[in-house]
C-alpha cells in the first residue's frame, strides 16, 4: 500500500509574490495553460496591495516524461484575492475574472493566437476600500446561450451578483448584506442559478434565493465552528455540495435537506479552498492552509476518505486545481498547487481509482 503522502513534485516554479489562487484553463485546445493569481503580501493597505495575474504553460517532454511550467506573460495587478475562469465561452472567447484588493472585478480573454492575455473591461463593485474575496460564474453546467452572472463576496459582508451580457457589458442585479464580517466565499448553485450559497467569518453558511427578498436567507447554518472559507456545488451530482472552513471540517451536504450535513469529516489544518474533479463526481481537492493538499473522495455519496495528500509546500495552502485534459482525466489526474509565503506553485499527480 503506497503511502497517500509521500506524493513527489513533478516540478516547481517561483512565483515571486505570494501566490493565492491557481487555475487550469477548462477549454480544449488551452488545457495547458495555468494562471496564477498573486499578492505582494508586505504591503497592508486595500489601496497599496499590489499583485499580479501570472499566465504560465505546462510543457511535458513525450521522450523523458518531464513536466515544466513555462511563463508566457505577467501582468501587473492589485492583489488577486481570486479568480475563475467562465466554463462557457463567451462571444466566442475564453474568459477569466478576477477579483482583487481594490473591489474591482476584471474580465480578461485568453488570446490563443499569441498565448497572452487581454484585458477586456474592470467594474468596481464599491469605492470604500473593501476587498473582493471571491467570486463564482453561473455557467459552469449548461447551454451556452445562458447568461452569464458573477457573485462576488466582499470584505464588508456584502454579496454583489453581476450580470454578463454577450458584449461584456457587466450589469449589478443585486446586492445584499449577508454576512456581520467578511463574507470570504460565494457560489452559485450550478444546477439552478437562481440559488446562492455564501459563508462568512461570522461562521454562518447561508442559502439565498435571488427571486426573493434578499435580506432573508432560505436557511442559515452555523454547523461550522468557524469562518466558512470554501463552498462548492457538485456540477456532476445534482443534490451535492461541500463546504469547508477555519474549523478543520469539510462538511458533505444534500441541498435538499438543509438542516444539517450528509457527512463531517475534520480534515485539519482549515479548509480554504474546494474543487470537484472535472469529470468524476466523487473526488474533489481540499487546499488546508496549515495542513497541505489532499485528494478526497466521496464514497457511496455519504462518506469521505483522503486517497492522496500532497505535503511540500512550506507555508500557506491556498490555491488548488485539476487540470482538465483528458490525458490527466479518470485514473491519473494533474493538479496545481501553490502556497502563500514561499511563493510557489507545485505539479504534481494522484492516481484515482
Same mark, same amino acid.
Given at each position: 500500500?503506497?503511502?497517500?503522502?509521500?506524493?513527489?513534485?513533478?516540478?516547481?516554479?517561483?512565483?515571486?509574490?505570494?501566490?493565492?489562487?491557481?487555475?487550469?484553463?477548462?477549454?480544449?485546445?488551452?488545457?495547458?495553460?495555468?494562471?496564477?493569481?498573486?499578492?505582494?503580501?508586505?504591503?497592508?493597505?486595500?489601496?497599496?496591495?499590489?499583485?499580479?495575474?501570472?499566465?504560465?504553460?505546462?510543457?511535458?517532454?513525450?521522450?523523458?516524461?518531464?513536466?515544466?511550467?513555462?511563463?508566457?506573460?505577467?501582468?501587473?495587478?492589485?492583489?488577486?484575492?481570486?479568480?475563475?475562469?467562465?466554463?462557457?465561452?463567451?462571444?466566442?472567447?475564453?474568459?477569466?475574472?478576477?477579483?482583487?484588493?481594490?473591489?474591482?472585478?476584471?474580465?480578461?480573454?485568453?488570446?490563443?493566437?499569441?498565448?497572452?492575455?487581454?484585458?477586456?473591461?474592470?467594474?468596481?463593485?464599491?469605492?470604500?476600500?473593501?476587498?473582493?474575496?471571491?467570486?463564482?460564474?453561473?455557467?459552469?453546467?449548461?447551454?451556452?446561450?445562458?447568461?452569464?452572472?458573477?457573485?462576488?463576496?466582499?470584505?464588508?459582508?456584502?454579496?454583489?451578483?453581476?450580470?454578463?451580457?454577450?458584449?461584456?457589458?457587466?450589469?449589478?442585479?443585486?446586492?445584499?448584506?449577508?454576512?456581520?464580517?467578511?463574507?470570504?466565499?460565494?457560489?452559485?448553485?450550478?444546477?439552478?442559478?437562481?440559488?446562492?450559497?455564501?459563508?462568512?467569518?461570522?461562521?454562518?453558511?447561508?442559502?439565498?434565493?435571488?427571486?426573493?427578498?434578499?435580506?432573508?436567507?432560505?436557511?442559515?447554518?452555523?454547523?461550522?465552528?468557524?469562518?466558512?472559507? !470554501?463552498? #462548492?456545488? *457538485?456540477?456532476?451530482?445534482?443534490?451535492?455540495?461541500?463546504?469547508?472552513? +477555519? @474549523?478543520?471540517? $469539510?462538511? &458533505? =451536504?444534500?441541498?435538499?435537506?438543509?438542516?444539517?450535513?450528509?457527512?463531517?469529516?475534520?480534515?485539519?489544518?482549515?479548509?480554504?479552498?474546494?474543487?470537484?474533479?472535472?469529470?468524476?463526481?466523487?473526488?474533489?481537492?481540499?487546499?488546508?492552509?496549515?495542513?497541505?493538499?489532499?485528494?478526497?473522495?466521496?464514497?457511496?455519496?455519504?462518506?469521505?476518505?483522503?486517497?492522496?495528500?500532497?505535503?511540500?509546500?512550506?507555508?500557506?495552502?491556498?490555491?488548488?486545481?485539476?487540470?482538465? !485534459?483528458? #490525458?490527466? *482525466?479518470?485514473?491519473?489526474?494533474?493538479?496545481?498547487?501553490?502556497?502563500? +509565503? @514561499?511563493?510557489? $506553485?507545485? &505539479? =504534481?499527480?494522484?492516481?484515482?481509482?
Amino acid at each position: 500500500m503506497p503511502n497517500i503522502y509521500d506524493t513527489p513534485s513533478l516540478c516547481s516554479f517561483d512565483t515571486e509574490y505570494s501566490a493565492d489562487s491557481v487555475e487550469f484553463c477548462p477549454f480544449e485546445q488551452s488545457f495547458q495553460y495555468l494562471v496564477c493569481g498573486e499578492e505582494f503580501s508586505k504591503v497592508d493597505t486595500p489601496k497599496e496591495r499590489l499583485g499580479r495575474l501570472l499566465l504560465c504553460k505546462v510543457n511535458k517532454d513525450e521522450n523523458d516524461h518531464k513536466i515544466e511550467l513555462q511563463e508566457l506573460q505577467r501582468i501587473e495587478t492589485a492583489a488577486i484575492l481570486d479568480m475563475k475562469w467562465s466554463h462557457q465561452l463567451i462571444n466566442d472567447k475564453s474568459i477569466l475574472a478576477i477579483a482583487d484588493s481594490t473591489g474591482i472585478i476584471s474580465l480578461y480573454d485568453l488570446n490563443q493566437n499569441n498565448s497572452q492575455f487581454d484585458l477586456i473591461t474592470k467594474y468596481i463593485t464599491n469605492n470604500e476600500d473593501k476587498l473582493c474575496l471571491s467570486l463564482d460564474w453561473s455557467n459552469r453546467i449548461g447551454n451556452i446561450s445562458q447568461k452569464a452572472s458573477i457573485v462576488v463576496s466582499q470584505s464588508d459582508g456584502n454579496i454583489v451578483i453581476l450580470s454578463v451580457d454577450n458584449k461584456f457589458g457587466i450589469h449589478e442585479t443585486n446586492k445584499w448584506v449577508a454576512h456581520d464580517f467578511e463574507a470570504w466565499i460565494a457560489a452559485f448553485n450550478y444546477w439552478d442559478t437562481n440559488l446562492v450559497y455564501t459563508g462568512g467569518d461570522d461562521c454562518f453558511f447561508k442559502g439565498w434565493d435571488l427571486r426573493m427578498n434578499p435580506s432573508i436567507p432560505l436557511f442559515s447554518s452555523k454547523k461550522h465552528q468557524a469562518g466558512v472559507c !470554501s463552498i #462548492q456545488s *457538485n456540477q456532476h451530482s445534482e443534490h451535492r455540495l461541500i463546504t469547508g472552513s +477555519y @474549523d478543520e471540517h $469539510i462538511l &458533505l =451536504w444534500d441541498t435538499r435537506s438543509m438542516k444539517r450535513p450528509i457527512y463531517d469529516y475534520n480534515i485539519g489544518g482549515g479548509v480554504w479552498r474546494l474543487k470537484w474533479h472535472p469529470t468524476r463526481k466523487d473526488y474533489f481537492l481540499a487546499a488546508c492552509m496549515h495542513n497541505g493538499f489532499h485528494v478526497i473522495k466521496v464514497d457511496d455519496d455519504v462518506t469521505m476518505k483522503t486517497t492522496r495528500s500532497f505535503m511540500k509546500h512550506e507555508s500557506l495552502a491556498y490555491g488548488v486545481d485539476w487540470n482538465y !485534459s483528458d #490525458q490527466w *482525466n479518470n485514473k491519473n489526474s494533474l493538479i496545481a498547487s501553490c502556497s502563500f +509565503y @514561499d511563493h510557489i $506553485i507545485h &505539479l =504534481w499527480e494522484s492516481i484515482l481509482n
